[in-house]
């Protein structure tokens, strides 16, 4: 069997929202989830994988019809998000248009959401619930057999005029089981960021499900319980990246440091071995201890991003956040102190935010002095507790991502929290908070000290035009 898994353009991505100013985490990143799946095949059958990655090729859709047309397969997998349903639904159009026989899967948050709905779009044949490793391999090994279709959990199919929705599949408890990403099955060299120091980059995942509680997240997909995998299984993965030539990484998890010792446990194996490595991590400033920033730096890493979302105690209640701007202060100090270099999330349009609120959270983020600022306009995304809150309360007035998701159109606009603004209003303001905070003399003079490489330079001026000529 020929199974190829891809990871379709973002010409037509949905949310509008955000200036894409140095957001390190779109557009030019491996597609781990996939890439997941295809080390699990190639470990576990002898179906014959293959990975074809439209962003990091840049490819157009003619572009990908050629490509397409000079493949065998019999099963396409993609995973599919809101905001990218359009460029799934036109892809898959290209592949049943070169192949009307190739079976169809979709995974990821989108399908585990609105699994129904997901279903009947154009050409869409199974629909897989939260993690997909095991669950693909068995959707394989029983496409020929319809009666084994009832048993696999996590699957949705159709059967006759019945929709057969098999249930939520266990989530994975031995971690360090999976096979490493199959990274090789794509143009890896292609990979970089804004934030490393050098070219290739990737990124890893060295634990599932997040534990806290914010009210504007939800990763339904991958639970809310903690999983992690072992030190060595981690390090293990960064060595056989370097092997191939890879030695900057982003730690993908919600959160690197839920468990400390396990975070210091990792850092003290890379100083043993002894690895030229950079990476960044993401983390919340409760979770940070000044032993363990001393660790992560021996270790290599340069940076950690952290979700701060609000300059005021009254957002950071509403968004249950747990977090208090002294706390985050006091990390940023420490952090700056170990000589990490540190990127600050934030959000405006927040339920009950004001304009003077938001301005205190632009003041907030300079106050910080973060080496990067990322800053959206706050989307209540399906499955979270402020989208929810929203419909209840009124000022979301229908369930609009499941009007989408059973219509998806390319004038939908994603709802924001209107209680106070008009979209256009949160997008003058974002524009307004990211010139405050990156056209500061001071601020420019000690990012061009700090550039390391030709390269790097290059990113961080394009970065600068944009937001010099945001409107």
């Excluded at 779009?121 to 391999?137: H, R, W, Y």
């Excluded at 960021?193 to 991958?222: E, H, N």
């Excluded at 991003?305 to 950071?316: D, M, N, R």
């Excluded at 934030?346 to 990322?374: C, Y």
Aim: charged residues 25%; negative net charge.
């Amino acid at each position: 069997m020929q199974v190829l898994l891809i990871n379709p353009p973002s010409e037509n991505e949905i949310i509008g929202n955000n200036p894409e100013i140095i957001e390190e985490e779109r557009g030019n990143n491996p597609p781990l989830g996939l890439l997941y799946i295809a080390g699990y095949l190639e470990v576990n059958s002898d179906y014959t994988v293959r990975v074809l990655d439209c962003q990091v090729e840049e490819l157009t859709y003619p572009q990908i019809e050629t490509r397409l047309s000079q493949m065998d397969f019999d099963v396409v997998g993609m995973t599919a998000m809101s905001f990218t349903l359009l460029d799934v639904m036109k892809t898959i159009h290209i592949v049943k248009q070169i192949n009307p026989n190739a079976c169809i899967v979709l995974g990821g948050p989108h399908p585990h959401l609105f699994p129904n709905e997901t279903l009947a779009l154009d050409g869409v044949d199974f629909v897989i619930l939260g993690e997909g490793e095991k669950t693909f391999l068995e959707l394989l090994h029983n496409l020929e057999k319809p009666d084994e279709l009832f048993k696999i959990p996590g699957i949705v199919f159709r059967s006759g005029n019945q929709i057969i929705n098999t249930g939520n599949p266990p989530f994975i408890e031995d971690l360090d089981a999976l096979p490493f990403p199959a990274r090789h099955l794509t143009p890896y060299q292609k990979y970089d960021s804004l934030l490393a120091k050098r070219t290739p980059v990737t990124i890893m995942m060295t634990s599932r499900g997040c534990p806290y509680q914010c009210a504007f997240c939800d990763r339904p997909q991958l639970g809310k319980r903690f999983r992690a995998r072992s030190t060595l299984n981690v390090v293990d993965e960064i060595e056989a990246c370097i092997k191939m030539g890879i030695h900057e990484f982003i730690m993908y998890d919600d959160t690197f440091t839920v468990k400390k010792d396990r975070a210091k446990g990792i850092c003290d194996e890379i100083v043993r071995r002894k690895l030229d490595i950079g990476w960044d991590i993401r983390a919340r400033v409760d979770t940070i201890d000044e032993e363990l920033l001393i660790k992560l730096k021996q270790a290599g890493c340069r940076g950690i991003h952290y979700g701060v979302e609000a300059g005021t105690e009254k957002i950071l209640k509403v968004l249950n956040k747990g977090i208090t701007l002294d706390c985050v202060e006091e990390v940023f100090r420490m952090t700056r102190k170990h000589g990490l270099m540190t990127l600050a999330y934030f959000m405006i349009g927040s339920p009950g935010e004001t304009r003077e609120d938001i301005l205190q959270t632009f003041a907030f983020s300079r106050k910080l002095d973060a080496d990067f600022v990322h800053m959206t306009i706050l989307t209540p995304f399906p499955g979270t507790k402020i989208y929810f809150d929203g419909m209840s309360s009124g000022i979301i007035d229908r369930d609009y991502w499941r009007e989408f998701a059973e219509n998806p159109t390319h004038d939908f606009i994603p709802p924001h929290w209107n209680e106070n603004f008009t979209l256009d209003e949160l997008r003058e303001l974002l524009v307004y908070g990211y010139k405050q905070f990156y056209t500061r003399p001071g601020y420019i003079l000690k990012r061009l000290v700090k550039v390391e490489s030709f390269g790097e330079l290059k990113r961080k001026v394009k970065a600068g035009i944009k937001v010099i000529f945001m409107k």
